[in-house]
Every structure is written in C-alpha cells, then in structure tokens.
C-alpha cells in the first residue's frame, strides 16, 4: 500500500477518531499506527512494517491474530446465526459455552449471565451483589470494598470500585465512594518481609474493616494474583484464600474479576486455581470474564455465580429478577469464538505448553531481571513485568512514552505503565520470537533509560 495511503489514514483518523484512553494531543508527537493486517503474533501496517504484539492488544489476544481455527469457526457460525436476543430465545454456543465454563468450575459457579465488554460485567456483578442481598432481607448491604491500585474498568460503577487516580478523579464527585483497603502487592514488603507476610498484612486491614461494617458491605471485589492496570502488581495466592475466609466469617460476597487474569494468563485456567483454602480450591460468589475468553476476536464478558445467587432471585415476582440486558448480550459469534478458544487450550495442552514458553522467556530475561536501573522484576504465568528507575524525575515522566516510541523502532507493541514495563504477549510465540522480544526489550530499555 503507498505511504501515501499511510499518512492519509492516519490523517483521516485523527481528524474522525476520538481514541480510546488517549489525551489525543499526544498524536502531535506520538505516531498513530495504521494497522492493516495481523497474522500470529504480529501486527502490520500499511508499509508492510510489523509490530510484535508483545501485550496482545490490550491484553486480549491468546492464539495470535487471524487464527485460522477461530477464523473457521466464525465463518462457519455467520453463516448459521449471527445473532439472536437473548431474552426469551437461546441458541447452541451460548448454551455450550456456559456448560463448559462451568465444569473448569467444577459446577461450583453453576450459571453465567453475559455482556459485552469487562466493565459491563463488573456492573453486572456489583448489581447482582446488591440486589441479592436485598432478595435475601438484606438491602442495608449496599457498600462495596476494592483494593489500592484495583482497576475494574471505566464506566460508573465500575471506576466507584477502581483505584487509579489518573482514570478516576476527574469523574470523583459522580463516583459512590468505596471502601479502598490495602493492597498485597508484594513490592510492599519491608523489613524483610515475603510477599505472604504482605497478603497477611493485607488481609488484616480488610479484617479491621469488615468487623466495622459487613453490615453495610455487599462485596469485595479483587483481581486475583496481578493487578494489571496499576502496573503488574502481583501477591501471594494465599491473599485470596484469606479474602475468601473473611467474606465467609463476615457475610460478605466475593467478586474475582478475571477479566485480565482469567484464560490462562496467570498460568492455570482461573488465576484463583492457585489459591487453596482447607484444602479445597477458592472460588468466589461472582467472577467476571472478558478479553481473553474470545480468543481478542469479539466483545464477550460474562459473570459467573454460584447456584445460590441465581436462587436469590429465582421467584414468581418479576421484581426479584435481574432485570439487567445489554443489546449483544450472548452475542453468538462471539460465543463461538469462545468456543474455539477453549477447544484450543484443549487440543493444543496450551496450559502445559505456556509453561515451557514461559521458562525460555523468563531465561531470555534474565539480563534485565538483573540490570542496575531495573527494580521488582516479577513473573506469574504470562506474565511479566519490571520497574524502571530512570535517573530523575523528569525522566520518569517521560519513560512510558520515550519507551513505547522506541520500542516500535525495534518492532515491538510495548506500552509501560509509568515506569513498569510488562511484557503479556499471546500464546504462539515460537523460539525465535522468545528471543527477539527479550533482546529487543533489553536493546530498547537500555536506550531509553540512558536518554
Ligand atoms: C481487571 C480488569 N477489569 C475490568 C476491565 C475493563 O474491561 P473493558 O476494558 O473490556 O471494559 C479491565 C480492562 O483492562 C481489567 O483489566
């Protein structure tokens, strides 16, 4: 495609566009990417130039970009159904896809009510959480608890719940207050402590608050083993057992918002997998799906709950039902994306085998893990992640930004989050691309911290 063709995209966009989480002045200095095409782990642009993909697009995409199994699943499904409403009518992939997902459950979480994006679904999960304690006799149940640094997505109820001061605090006086307690973030160990004597920390500050007023709290919310959005923060699985205990002794409901670390990312199906409670696997009262569940093809998320929260509302009284809906709700393209999507993790023993990348890439690493002007590298599953520490405090202003630029010089999509830069790539990356992400993070990083 000519450059010419190029720059009048670009040109046309930013006089068309309003993009997403973008103060659209930067584009005065920060290029706008046309992207033509994406094949594996790669994204295209007009010229032919190629991006690695290295944080699957905003975290979504597992099995690369025009995946030629979910690509015939699609086609094959636009050509049954392309979509149907929802309420009052039902169709095979909706139906297949809550089963699934419900036996890597193990029935545990027993029914899955579906939107569209992962802001939709933690408002749908804040709202069943209210709305089933007031089914039960409970309405005074109407606070919820988020974490320091948690991040549940943009729309209202959800940013009530988020901790992110750059996304928040111009919309503060529209936002319900939460409650915001500590968080486990392992980098806040002091003292000598391990990242557990943190989670336990952590948890006693939940514990003084619920003691004050589980009365009044319907939920916590939390992100289970990493706090994306505030940087890669990740804690100790023990957090979650803790958490779960609580909300058990205090009459509280537990959402785990998955919707970053679901689908394999943390290293099992559910990040919660890896946290144990008496010997038993924790499961939460609500867990939110998005992103990954669809391969990154189409917008899903969805909100799984126990058999006891759908009974809450179960009744001849219309009132008492969830009377939430959402136009695509179920939308079964979508549903059928994440049909194929499971049935990769499946033929390909895609957990096993990420374990296995895993281990290259982290060795790849090592170097940086290492490095003067790097603190806090940490790793869970697929991902990983570093904090940068430039020289002064100009320099840290400007790092995301320098670093992101310059990584496209060296081919790769890489967006830091202030200072922590993190790498969330799909699940394709074959030995040669291990390789050539680590020693273009490294080449890349080096010459952004000597600016
Ligand atoms: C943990 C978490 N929850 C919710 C969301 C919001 O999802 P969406 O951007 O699809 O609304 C995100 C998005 O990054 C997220 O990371």
Request: proline share 4%; net charge negative; glycine share 6%.
């Amino acid at each position: 495609m000519a450059a010419n063709q190029q720059s009048d995209w670009v040109a046309r966009s930013l006089r068309s566009v309003w993009h997403p989480c973008t103060q659209m002045q930067h584009h005065e200095t920060v290029p706008l990417i046309p992207v033509s095409h994406g094949r594996g782990a790669w994204l295209y642009d007009q010229d032919g130039k190629r991006y690695l993909d290295a944080i699957s697009s905003w975290w979504v995409n597992l099995f690369g970009h025009a995946n030629p199994r979910i690509n015939a699943a699609l086609k094959d499904q636009l050509d049954r159904l392309e979509h149907a409403m929802l309420a009052g009518f039902t169709h095979e992939p909706v139906i297949e896809l809550s089963e699934q997902l419900a036996a890597r459950t193990g029935h545990v979480l027993g029914h899955c009510f579906y939107a569209s994006d992962g802001a939709s679904a933690v408002e749908i999960a804040l709202k069943m959480s209210f709305h089933a304690w007031r089914n039960a006799g409970h309405g005074d149940k109407q606070e919820f608890v988020c974490l320091k640094g948690g991040y549940h997505g943009e729309t209202i109820g959800a940013l009530a719940v988020t901790d992110v001061a750059l996304f928040r605090d111009a919309y503060g006086p529209l936002l319900r207050q939460a409650h915001v307690v500590a968080s486990p973030d392992a980098r806040l160990a002091v003292d000598g402590e391990s990242a557990l004597d943190v989670a336990r920390r952590a948890a006693a500050d939940l514990e003084s608050l619920l003691q004050q007023r589980a009365g009044n709290i319907a939920a916590v919310i939390v992100e289970p083993l990493v706090q994306c959005a505030t940087g890669m923060a990740m804690h100790d699985p023990a957090y979650l057992a803790a958490v779960r205990a609580l909300c058990d002794r205090y009459n509280v409901h537990l959402i785990f918002d998955e919707i970053a670390v679901g689908c394999g990312r943390t290293g099992t199906f559910f990040a919660c997998e890896q946290a144990e409670l008496d010997g038993q696997p924790v499961w939460p009262d609500f867990l939110c799906l998005s992103k990954g569940i669809s391969g990154g093809y189409l917008p899903l998320s969805l909100v799984m709950t126990r058999d006891d929260i759908y009974q809450a509302f179960y009744s001849a009284d219309v009132t008492r039902g969830f009377l939430h809906s959402h136009s695509y709700t179920g939308n079964p393209l979508a549903c059928r994306a994440a049909l194929a999507t499971l049935a990769i993790f499946e033929e390909d023993d895609v957990l096993v085998r990420n374990r296995e990348r895993a281990a290259k890439l982290s060795a790849a690493l090592a170097p940086l893990a290492t490095h003067d002007k790097v603190q806090h590298f940490r790793q869970r599953g697929m991902i990983w992640a570093f904090d940068a520490v430039p020289d002064d405090a100009a320099a840290a202003a400007t790092f995301s930004r320098r670093f992101f630029s310059t990584a496209l010089e060296h081919e790769l999509l890489l967006r830091p989050i202030g200072r922590s830069v993190y790498l969330m790539p799909p699940y394709v990356l074959d030995d040669d691309e291990i390789d050539g992400l680590a020693t273009r993070t490294q080449a890349v990083f080096e010459k952004v911290i000597a600016e």
